[in-house]
């Protein structure tokens, strides 16, 4: 892997080991590309096998989440915590993705408006820009997540 244009525990309010990604590859402010490289120490690693198809999603959505990050860095404002709302039309090419392969996964904001948002994200062979998994994600990043969650707990009365 190439060195990350951006240390990601800087763009992501994810901490070690659940920073899923290995770096940045590109950022504009329409794409983001990410990659990461198939190992034994990642999480969700299973032996003889790699890891199953269903974790792109997970990878698509810290890329979204590195994306909102990095805009955040260069305005000069904090971090925050967002969430996944849901995963439209999530297909992929293959059941696992094996040792040793190195990926690229690219998120495009197509909406973004009150802290919503929905990216387009595909993971990739680098070499051959094969497109491997494919979906889009909706996500949320609340202004004030304390008071959401204190508006959440007020409602059930707790």
């Known amino acids: 892997m190439s060195q990350s244009l951006y240390p990601l525990d800087a763009v992501l309010p994810h901490r070690a080991p659940m920073i899923l990604i290995d770096g ?3 950022w504009s402010e329409h794409e983001i590309r990410t990659e990461l490289t198939i ?3 990642c999480p969700f690693f299973v032996g003889g096998k790699g890891i199953a198809a269903h974790i792109a999603m997970e990878w698509m959505a810290q890329s979204c989440a590195a994306f909102i990050g990095v805009e955040a860095l260069r305005a000069q404002q904090p971090v925050k915590i967002g969430f996944l709302l849901g995963t439209r039309n ?3 090419a293959l059941d696992w993705f094996g040792e040793g392969e190195t990926l690229e996964i690219s998120a495009r904001p197509v909406y973004r408006d009150a802290g919503m948002g929905q990216f387009d994200c595909a993971v990739y062979r680098p070499a051959g820009k094969s497109e491997l998994a494919k979906a889009q994600l909706t996500v949320y990043q609340p202004d004030d997540l304390s008071n959401l969650i204190q508006d959440q707990t007020s409602e059930r009365g707790t």
Do not use: M, N
């Open 39 to 41: 190992r034994p120490s």
């Open 24 to 26: 940045i590859r590109e």
């Open 90 to 92: 999530f297909s992929a």
